[in-house]
């Protein structure tokens, strides 16, 4: 799934959170049980858009559309 390249507040480190996409308005970025917690956060702990304010739009996004194709070679 898509990890979020946001920053988090508390530490400056990458968030590395799932990404969500609001069905609503588009917008996309992690969740967090803060307020603003990462640079890139989308939505809230209660699954509110950002960007619109709709409740419970949030959709986890396909595997591959954004994430890297890597083919791991086990063994
Ligand atoms: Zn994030
Ligand atoms: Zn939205």
Not at 5 to 26: H, M, S, V
């Amino acid at each position: 799934m898509a990890l979020c390249t946001g920053e988090r507040k508390t530490n400056q480190l990458q968030c590395y959170g799932t990404i969500y996409k609001c069905k609503a308005c588009g917008n996309e970025g992690c969740m967090q049980n803060k307020e603003h917690a990462c640079s890139n956060q989308g939505f809230s702990v209660l699954e509110r858009c950002y960007k619109c304010g709709a409740t419970g739009q949030m959709e986890m996004l396909p595997n591959e559309e954004r994430a890297p194709r890597k083919t791991p070679s086990y063994g």
